[in-house]
């Protein structure tokens, strides 16, 4: 198992994290590696990272559906949204790898969904192979 260590520095932001995985995966012939993210305000999600604009639309998205500031939980951390946030995205991600590369789509990428932020995060690593 490895970890890799964000800091992010937005309240909420998709940080890619493409390259910091596929620095750890070069090695591997065929496999997969499974990436977790043991927060509860925080997520992992592959999409799109050519076109900035889908990051903030999806971000966007998720501030309208689930808007800060209206949740039994404000009243203990002022963060529901993030948790609630957190829950629909999910908490990791799998991705084959063959021959030390992600086999990602053309646009795909790797991000971090920091919805509490600032902070430092940790994103565990585990490959099969």
Known sequence: MKDIKIRS??????????????ELVK?????IVFLYVPHATAGITIN???????????L????R???????????????????IKSSIIGVSQAVPVK?????LG????ISLCEF?????RTIILKTIH
Request: charged letters at 40%; hydrophobic letters at 30%; aromatic letters at 6%.
């Open 65 to 83: 559906l689930i808007p800060a500031g209206k949740w039994k939980h404000d009243k203990v951390d002022n963060n529901a949204d993030a948790h």
């Open 9 to 22: 520095t937005k309240r909420e932001e998709l940080i890619d994290i493409t390259k910091k995985v596929e």
């Open 60 to 63: 966007e998205f998720l501030r």
């Open 106 to 109: 053309r646009w795909q990428s």
């Open 27 to 31: 090695g591997i012939k065929e496999g």
């Open 48 to 58: 799109e990272n050519y076109d900035p604009n889908v990051n903030e639309d999806i």
């Open 116 to 120: 509490d932020g600032p902070r430092e």
């Open 99 to 103: 021959e030390g590369k992600l086999l």
